[in-house]
């Protein structure tokens, strides 16, 4: 059965450091993978998937994450975080196209990121 | 592209009526999703649909029931409301299984 771990409910950063929220997944098959935002009172946002094709993924708003199957992690970094950055993320996991699975996303508990001024 | 909307955005009611949460994508999107959102417990399915007619349990469905007749729209019924069920529904859509959801603004829904 596919799971989803975010490691910190709630992280902490100064405006202008490095931005690593963690997300590991147990999958009985190559996974496919998301991570999405959500802001104060709207829906879940796409920031980026990985579907099987570069490891090292581009998203939205200078976020990237990269697929590490030997860590069966998905981190999701930003070199350098803004305000703007303020959110609640989850990372997500679905055994894609393959057999003997619904399909259907399994989602983290997700991680609130704070940034500091 | 309006893509994926969602209404009411704000609903009170009171225990044991029936409230409708609408849902409408102009995708043409196969899959619809829909889930709660409560604190400490994350994002909790409660049906899906993998094309119109075709409906199937996530997994907190007790309580609800969810129709399609027509691609585009999904509602979603509580049939008896209870406290229980105050939470915010967040309506989504896919284009296949297993890939990326895209997910309406949400409706808050309060049960008194």
């Known amino acids: 059965a596919q799971s989803v771990t975010q490691l910190g409910s709630h992280v902490s950063v100064s405006e202008g450091a490095l931005v690593l929220l963690r997300c590991n997944y147990s999958?009985?098959?190559?996974?496919?993978l998301f991570w999405y935002v959500q802001y104060p009172n709207q829906g879940l946002q796409l920031l980026l998937k990985?579907?099987?094709?570069?490891?090292l993924v581009k998203g939205i708003n200078g976020f990237e994450a990269e697929f590490k199957k030997s860590e069966t992690s998905f981190h999701l970094t930003k070199p350098s975080a803004h305000m703007s950055d303020a959110a609640e993320y989850f990372c997500?996991?679905?055994?894609?196209?393959?057999?003997?699975?619904?399909?259907?996303?399994?989602f983290g508990k997700g991680t609130k990121l704070s940034v500091k001024p | 592209d309006a893509g994926i909307t969602q209404s009411p955005r704000y609903k009170i009611t009171e225990t044991g009526r029936q409230v409708t949460l609408m849902c409408h994508q102009t995708?043409?999107?196969?899959?619809m999703f829909w889930y709660r959102q409560d604190l400490g417990h994350g994002l909790r399915l409660i049906y899906y649909?993998?094309?119109?007619?075709?409906?199937d349990k996530g997994e907190v469905p007790d309580g609800y029931v969810v129709s399609r007749s027509k691609t585009e729209n999904f509602p979603l019924t509580l049939e008896s409301a209870t406290r229980s069920q105050t939470s915010v529904y967040f309506c989504?859509?896919?284009?296949?299984?297993?890939?990326?959801?895209?997910f309406g603004p949400g409706t808050r829904l309060t049960v008194t």
């Open positions: 989504a859509s896919s284009r296949d299984r297993g890939r990326e959801q895209y």
């Open positions: 995708w043409s999107h196969s899959y």
């Open positions: 997500a996991v679905s055994e894609g196209d393959f057999g003997g699975s619904q399909g259907n996303l399994i």
């Open positions: 649909s993998a094309a119109a007619d075709i409906t």
């Open positions: 999958s009985s098959v190559p996974p496919y």
């Open positions: 990985y579907t099987s094709a570069a490891t």
